[in-house]
């Protein structure tokens, strides 16, 4: 069973990895009334000792198991790269700390599932830090979808296609041998979920369009979801077009009463008998956001938001590993049916 979460007003956390995306992470915290970062670590040392000095955090370390033994913490956040997920999942759940894990989970399905039994079996909450359904404009059209204006929903589109250099500041994504559909597909297999639930049978098609890279940069998956609606997902980081507008994400989707799409400059359309409506969705902007990932950023607090509430027993977590498994399930079916031509079928 489960422990308990934490129910005290204010809450110590670790932060494992201090990379690219960790000082918005941990500026997104900040953002957060009872949250206190006390402790960074990296195994290079000077990274953590730098970040620290930025947002007066007081303790860093180059050994995570030495932290953990020396301070006090309500729970860790790992911030790594996937290859050391497991290994720092495993070292928090034998100190009996929940743990919020960024996503990809893991490297294959076989150690995700892993990762969420040895918190299951430490009875510690395991959450993985998926964001990108919080964003405020993908929030707005799943309450058009939940509202049953649209009818009976036939068809939905998710598109994620730019040609936005996320090699620029992140060059270690052109060693990996999966990339898009581990690196972005995680994100937009996940939104297919939350908005039209699980899929019955999946098929993806992959390409490789950047010559300098060894993983896919172009994706396409369409699902048949249990209820029968047919989902497409279009993911590339090699499309030059009209509205190549990274990071936003386009969504359209087709009712028996009315349709709606999530198109340029989170700009939300509702068509049905009685009219068309139009508005944009803005997400709240901070002042340590990189105007790039704006979007993204703004994003992070509010998953923040949701997994912070948990700890504290407050409210329940969207995105707990267990949850977060059913979409690895699609990321990886996606790499089976891209290699083999075949749909894949879930039971």
């Known amino acids: 069973m489960i422990s308990p979460p934490c129910t005290m007003s204010k809450l110590r956390f670790a932060i494992f990895g201090t990379g690219f995306w960790s000082r918005f992470q941990l500026a997104a915290w900040r953002e957060l009334e009872g949250a206190e970062c006390v402790a960074l670590f990296n195994r290079?040392?000077?990274?953590?000792?730098?970040?620290?000095?930025?947002?007066?955090?007081?303790?860093?370390?180059?050994?995570?198991?030495?932290?953990?033994?020396?301070?006090?913490?309500?729970?860790?956040?790992?911030?790594?790269?996937?290859?050391?997920?497991a290994e720092f999942v495993a070292l928090a759940a034998r100190h009996r700390l929940p743990v919020i894990c960024q996503k990809p989970m893991g490297r294959t399905l076989a150690e995700a599932r892993g990762m969420v039994d040895v918190c299951?079996?430490?009875?510690?909450?395991?959450?993985?830090?998926?964001?990108?359904?919080?964003?405020?404009?993908?929030r707005a059209f799943k309450e058009v979808l939940a509202s049953g204006r649209l009818g009976r929903i036939i068809r939905g589109r998710i598109d994620y296609?730019?040609?936005?250099?996320?090699?620029?500041?992140?060059?270690?994504?052109?060693?990996?041998?999966?990339?898009?559909?581990?690196d972005i597909g995680t994100h937009i297999l996940d939104v297919a979920r939350f908005?039209?639930?699980?899929?019955?049978?999946?098929?993806?098609?992959?390409?490789?369009?950047?010559?300098d890279i060894k993983g896919e940069d172009v994706a396409t998956v369409m699902m048949r979801m249990t209820d029968g609606v047919t989902v497409?997902?279009?993911?590339?980081?090699?499309?030059?077009?009209?509205?190549?507008?990274?990071?936003?994400?386009?969504?359209?989707?087709?009712g028996s009463e009315g349709g709606a799409?999530?198109?340029?400059?989170?700009?939300?359309?509702?068509?049905t008998k009685a009219g068309a409506e139009e508005r944009r969705v803005e997400p709240?902007?901070?002042?340590?956001?990189?105007?790039?990932?704006?979007?993204?950023?703004?994003?992070?607090?509010?998953?923040?938001?949701?997994?912070f509430s948990a700890l504290r027993g407050e409210g329940?977590?969207?995105?707990?590993?267990?949850?977060?498994l059913k979409t690895l399930e699609l990321v990886f079916a996606a790499y089976d049916s891209a290699a083999s031509g075949k749909a894949i079928t879930f039971r």
């Open 120 to 138: 299951r079996r430490a009875g510690v909450p395991f959450f993985v830090h998926e964001n990108w359904r919080w964003q405020a404009p993908i």
């Open 284 to 307: 709240k902007h901070y002042a340590w956001a990189d105007p790039a990932y704006a979007l993204i950023h703004s994003s992070i607090v509010e998953c923040n938001r949701n997994l």
């Open 261 to 271: 799409s999530l198109g340029a400059d989170c700009t939300l359309r509702v068509f």
């Open 44 to 85: 290079t040392r000077a990274r953590a000792e730098a970040l620290a000095k930025e947002f007066g955090v007081a303790a860093v370390y180059d050994d995570a198991a030495k932290l953990l033994a020396n301070e006090k913490t309500d729970f860790v956040d790992i911030i790594t790269d996937v290859g050391t997920h």
């Open 161 to 182: 296609a730019h040609s936005f250099p996320v090699f620029d500041n992140q060059p270690f994504l052109k060693e990996l041998d999966q990339f898009i559909l581990t």
């Open 232 to 254: 497409t997902a279009n993911m590339s980081y090699a499309s030059r077009w009209e509205f190549d507008l990274f990071p936003e994400t386009f969504l359209y989707v087709e």
């Open 316 to 324: 329940t977590a969207e995105t707990t590993g267990a949850d977060n």
């Open 195 to 211: 908005l039209w639930g699980e899929a019955g049978t999946l098929y993806c098609q992959t390409r490789r369009i950047h010559p």
